[in-house]
């Protein structure tokens, strides 16, 4: 924040103006649920970068907005449904619930984001494929700026005699192609965690 001055007021007084300058950037943290990330590629080190920036941006004030997708199975308790300890929501952060792979689809999240003046998101989670793709293309849809953090999303694995391909693979096809992706008006980037700047 800086002081501006104003000319004085009437009456000889010199009135002051507060300026502050609000961050219109937002960070997502989509499905990074306990349950979900079971199996999924280089967990550990995708949770690690994800809490890593998540500390950045509540640091320099930018929103961090949790998704977490809705698993109604008898075989899945309550419990491990909750997002990740190590990147577990702090006071402050927003929490949404979502029933689709689309993170913008019958949520607040695009009220939300308007709400706080964001006009880029810096999207993480699980999984690359599906939420995280998705929550992307939405989101420019819904005319934000993009920047996909290229190691802060993972998807599961896969057996070696599967015909999909491997969950490495899935990764970088998904960086590629959102490094070169065109949306009319739209800025999107790939960058890895460590060159995200959220000042």
Known sequence: AMLTPEPPAPGG????????????????????????????HETGACLDRVAELAGRARAAGV?????????DHPDVPAEALEIHPTVAP???????????????LGTDLDAVLRGQGVRRVVVTGLATEYCVDSTCRSALSHGYDLLLVADGHTTPTRPADSPLPAAAQVIVHHN????????????????????????
């Open 90 to 104: 702090r006071p402050g952060d927003t929490v949404l619930e979502k029933d689709s792979a689309d993170s913008f």
């Open 13 to 40: 007084r010199l009135r002051r103006a507060m300026v502050t300058s609000m961050p219109d950037t937002a960070l997502l943290v989509v499905d990074m649920q306990i349950a979900l990330l079971m199996g999924a």
């Open 63 to 71: 929103p961090v907005v949790y998704l977490r997708q809705r698993v």
């Open 176 to 199: 590629a192609l959102f490094a070169t992706i065109i949306y009319a008006g739209r800025t999107v980037r790939v960058l890895p965690a460590a060159e995200v700047d959220l000042t």
